[in-house]
């Protein structure tokens, strides 16, 4: 199937930066639509930003002009960009794929979620 593995969560102070990866790796035939979702405590889980396979992006109001999303397609990863962090943007940040995957002869289409890794910006 498809396994994803997400990297670069940390603590950051306000107005800095970090760059979240997230590799697919699995019997894939191709990607689709790559994105970045975030839930912070008590509030529902939000698109953060999306990225379709050629290259046209989409972003949350609350990170346009400060956050980027972009794809290696040769590598099956995603990245998401930081920068000008904010105390909201807090929360643990999810990578979400649609795939195609070789399935017993067959294909099959999975949409697939990482583990999530913590974002803490402080003030």
């Known amino acids: 199937q498809v396994q994803l593995v997400e990297s670069g969560g940390g603590l950051v102070q306000a107005g800095g930066s970090l760059r979240l990866s997230c590799a697919a790796s699995g019997s894939i035939v191709s990607i689709n639509d790559m994105a970045w979702y975030r839930q912070a405590p008590g509030k529902q889980r939000e698109l953060v930003a999306l990225?379709?396979?050629?290259?046209?992006?989409n972003y949350a109001d609350s990170v346009k002009g400060r956050f980027t999303i972009s794809r290696d397609n040769a590598k099956n990863t995603v990245y998401l960009q930081m920068n000008s962090l904010k105390p909201e943007d807090t929360a643990v940040y999810y990578c979400?794929?649609?795939?195609?995957?070789?399935?017993?002869?067959?294909?099959?289409?999975?949409?697939?979620w990482g583990q999530g890794t913590q974002v803490t910006v402080s003030s």
């Open positions: 979400n794929v649609d795939s195609e995957y070789y399935n017993g002869g067959s294909t099959s289409r999975k949409n697939s």
């Open positions: 990225i379709n396979r050629g290259g046209s992006t």
